[in-house]
């Protein structure tokens, strides 16, 4: 009990008095150095453009940041190595930084101010033993990070903007761990009276190890000093050294999290009122959670790794764009924290890491005449913008809430401001402008896919319904998706549902086009509609297209149509905030499908088809908007047996078609329709036996069947919507009449308009 109660050590063991001034010197120093570096940072973010509701709520978002950092669960997603990884390393981190802060707490605040100390007895103990069991696992963890690094060599952690700091920052942690414990050991070797610490299990190991090589009590008094210092000059370097270079992202990666919009890329930043805007001709046109985005990200290639531009061989890598810019920002910066100068490495691109000559980006260090994004020359290609596919693929794989979308739409509004816009865009964009639709058809035309119906559709815009539908472009205009939009309709029709549509009222959402860059062109399409919505009688809105549903639902909201009413441009005169509470109802037809079919009001048994299928999860409906469940409940409503592809869910690959793709072409190692139909095949559980690739969005549909012929999958495979394979279940059971040879007849469905 004496030796319990006794129980504590000397800090400064052998030090002396000079030695403990010039370390407590050097650790003001360091906190200096530490301290200015943070404000530095700070305060060039504050520089930027600003952001509106990021910290509203500020306490109610710390709290959320603390829990997403403290369980890890965005390390543990996708990656179970990783997580543990990084849970090791955390909070043998946090620990080992709680442990030191008591043990200067103790010394230089409770100490002089009572004379006594509580860093003795049970405490000492219990705080011995957990130091070093989360020391250790600081070290296991660190450890890991080295085999994955440099023995593993992850494919995903190395890339243009890997350098020796990385290699410093993951050494000096794992040097730092190892060097704790070392100069625990010396010291319990030298110290005949912490013979019995025995909490001290790995310092007690290390020292046992020491005294079986041959160092003595008294050569361990001798080399501690030097062991010491060792430790304690590289942990205040480490200190001083975090604003300055990758280890702020420790600082940062929290503030990113505190500051994350959980809409983000679902819902891009609003429209600017002033028509004379700029989006990115400098770096004083980003946000300040753009810079922090930047800042934040600590190059561990999640985002690499997920996004189908990059599996494709397109010229696009999100972690590149974000570092890119870093890379420029710092370049040009004169501040000495957030501007390290030299060569700027930057185009967007996939370049291969094999690569040593990186190219500058149009010219020297501190040259701001450089284009943030250009055709030629510029920090960001033209062409990696053009390669996106809007997927958010990146976002949510993205442990630290980076939102690349943001960055990107902000890059490709420069690039449609200046002209420099692929051709095949223009073209759509004019289509959009002169027809109101992607394809150029005659407006009067929109309505025409239900001439082979048999019965009437309802004109929302004289009748009163319960359902406005939102029909879209796809399956108003594309022979295969009108295929589609029949099957819906009969399908409304069965279930007695009151719905009808806008005729040559409805016009192109705007969804991509807003994504490609073109914000006035959506912002006219958005007016258009909401004003026309204003003047019909309904209770819901339903989209087929998961694109429609996602920015009639999260993006007309948003926007503050009074600041263009009177705008002699904008085809409208709606003045007011449109849906700001959600009063209206907005869903994808597979809601609300689903609700019909819980309520019985299709008559489905759950066993008419027997078909073997799969389920691609749309982008739009999937990670926009967090909807999984409802077209697979109508999946299995029918009786088809579903097998989920390995990537499915929020880790569903795209198909391609988002952001442009599905009206640009691009040099491509394989189409990501390919390969998700390669997966569909391959890789699932019933491998070969899936009859059927089910989808549920009409871009998804024009991609796929696309990508049955140039991947060679049409005698293996077919495509077909959730709307189809319910109607083909109804049709089996009778409770619909089979279609009309008409319709039957087209299952080639024309040529899809996807570019090939």
Known sequence: MIVLQGATRETFWTVGPTGKAVFYYLAALASLVFLYGVYARFRRYAAGRDDPGRLADLPSRVLAATRIVATNEKQFDRDAYAGVMHTFVLWGFLTLLMATTILFVDMDVYGPLTGDSFFVGAFYLAYQFTVDAFGLLFVVGVGM??????????????????????????????LLGVGGFLAEAVGILGQPARATETVSFVGLT?????????????????????????????ALGFVAW????????????FANVVARDEDAGARLPNVPADLDHTNAESLEDFTWKELLDQDACTKCGRCSSVCPANAAGRNLDPRDVILDLKAYRESVDDDPVSGAGGAVA????????????????????GDESVPIVAEEGG???????????????CMDACPVEIEHLTTITRLNRQLVDEGAV????????QDVMQKGNTFGEAPGARGDWTDELGFDVTDARETEVEYLWYVGDYPSYDDRNRKVARALARLFEAADVE???????????????RRIGEEFLYLELAGHHVETFEECEFDEIVCTDPHSYNTIKNEYPELDYAEFADDPMMPFEYDEAWNADGEIAVSHWTQVVEDLVADGRLGLSGDELDYTVTY????????????????????????AALYEMPRSRADSFCCGGGGGGLWTEHDEDVKPSEERLREAVEDTEAGAAVEKFVVACPMCTTMFEDGRKTGDFEDEIEVVDVAELLLEALETNGAVAEPTATDADTDDGGEPTAAD
Request: with cysteine; net charge negative.
């Open 499 to 513: 719905y009808g549509i806008l005729y040559d009222d409805e016009k192109y959402d705007g969804n991509d086009v």
């Open 145 to 174: 990070a080295l085999v994955r690094r440099y023995r593993e060599r992850d494919g995903r952690l190395w890339g243009k903007h890997t350098s020796l700091e990385d290699d410093a920052f993951v050494w000096t942690l794992f």
């Open 206 to 234: 290390m020292a046992n190890a020491l005294s079986a090589a041959g160092l003595t009590a008294a050569g361990a008094e001798a080399v501690y000093p030097a062991v010491w210092w060792s430790h304690a000059l590289l």
């Open 616 to 639: 691609h999860d749309p982008c739009h409906l999937g990670r926009y908007n967090d909807e999984y469940e409802a077209p697979r409940e109508l999946i299995r409503a029918t009786g």
């Open 379 to 393: 920090v960001i290609a033209a062409e990696s913008m053009e390669s996106c596919m809007s997927c958010m693929a």
């Open 422 to 429: 692929d051709s095949n865009l223009q073209d759509v964009f």
């Open 242 to 253: 975090v604003p300055y270079a990758k280890p702020f992202h420790m600082i940062s990666s």
């Open 346 to 365: 930057t185009d967007g691109g996939a370049a291969a890491a094999a690569d040593a000559d990186w190219p500058v980006a149009g010219g020297v260090a």
